[in-house]
């Protein structure tokens, strides 16, 4: 079986923005991050963006845009040195009701039936509640990084009573917390 790690887009790799990243020229990457891809690519584990684009149901980007800004983001990821093996977002609002939305695991299980993923093996990576509940819904190590949403999302995991995550300043560090968690593993 194989593992990966699964990383949120917007707040995580790039900033977010509370109108959508609606276009290339709207994606800045967060500092480190080309840094961490690197580092991260290094490693064995798949890399996997899973990502809720409801920007696309709610008209504000279409659907080949949002491809389109996931495609470039690869494209500058790699020349650094990183890799993103597969990029899967959800397309839907919250109101309707999709298995593929996080909170919700679709998108985690899509992925570990084509990469075939042991996902209590794997990683994921987010900057919201939504991401960290996904994630430990299917049994993933969750890291909430507090760049994007992450500072105000960690008192409301906490207030809810989440509290099986590790929470780190951005991806840089989360990538190595990972790497320290590999090398212990592969050590013992």
Known sequence: MNRAVFLDRDGVINENRADYVKSWDEFVFLP??????????KTDLLIIVVSNQSAIHRGVANKDTVEEINRRMVEEIEPYGGRVDAVLYCPHRPDEGCDCRKPRPGLLLQAAACFELDLARCYLVGDALSDIAAGQSVGCQTILVLTGRGAEECIRLETLGYNNFHAVDDLVSAVEYIIENENAISEG
């Open 32 to 41: 480190g991050v080309l840094q961490a891809l690197r580092w991260l690519a």
